[in-house]
């Protein structure tokens, strides 16, 4: 299994532009995530969906849009970057066990919006 | 959610045991506590979970105060590849996980 891959790795954009966020997983997982984590900083919710077609807004969704038109990925866009947006973006996706969920993080993205 | 307070940063010796504690004096009898680390330009990988009892599984042991109000994750033999951020996180059945800015573990050969 490839877990959770996210695409792409590495990305700049300009302020104003548009882009997506495509994460995969292949666990068969019903809950998928976005964070953003700042330097020095925890990850922070963005998004979060508990099921195809749902999706429900965490704690920091502004700027941010998502969308889960399959089970296997969750896509994040974001409309018009802005520099605040700079960061590296996780997605995770989770599992029952043990009467709670275990959490599993892609590899990030790292964005810099100049 | 409950919130946890964790020492920004702690050392080890390698080949030494780890304690690392977190707080959680607002915890609910509900919330279950979990643990994560997070790797040097990595996403975040699980460690451990519980509830009331002490758990143990390969990585790490947890072990869990009595009134449930503290925490202490433990590794038994630190090794380099230790080193990381390690969350102290809580949780109602495990969703939306409220990150703190963790203990950053050096490990010193």
């Known amino acids: 299994n490839a877990g959770v891959t996210q695409t792409p790795k590495f990305r700049v954009l300009k302020t104003g532009q548009s882009m997506t966020l495509l994460c995969a997983q292949d666990?068969?997982?019903?809950?998928m995530y976005w964070y953003r984590q700042d330097p020095g900083m925890g990850l922070r919710l963005i998004h979060y969906?508990?099921?195809?077609?749902?999706?429900a807004k965490g704690e920091v969704p502004d700027g941010y849009n998502v969308s889960r038109l399959k089970k296997q990925n969750f896509l994040l866009g974001l409309e018009s970057a802005a520099p605040s947006q700079t960061s590296v973006y996780f997605c995770?996706?989770?599992?029952?066990?043990?009467?709670?969920?275990?959490?599993?993080f892609g590899p990030g993205t790292r964005l810099t919006v100049t | 959610d409950a919130k946890t307070t964790q020492p920004n940063s702690m050392e080890s010796n390698e080949e030494e045991p780890v304690h690392l504690p977190c707080n959680h004096s607002?915890?609910?009898?509900?919330?279950?506590i979990h643990w994560y680390r997070q790797l040097p330009s990595q996403g975040p990988e699980y460690v451990i979970h519980g509830l009331t009892s002490n758990v143990n599984n390969r990585m790490a042991s947890l072990a869990i105060a009595e009134d449930r109000k503290s925490s202490t994750l433990i590794l038994h033999r630190a090794t380099l590849r230790d080193a990381a951020v390690y969350y102290c996180i809580l949780t109602y059945y495990g969703q939306n996980f409220v990150f703190g800015p963790g203990t950053r573990l050096s490990v010193l050969p």
């Open positions: 969906s508990v099921g195809e077609g749902t999706t």
């Open positions: 666990m068969n997982h019903e809950y």
């Open positions: 995770a996706s989770s599992h029952r066990q043990g009467g709670t969920y275990e959490q599993y």
């Open positions: 607002t915890i609910s009898g509900t919330d279950y």
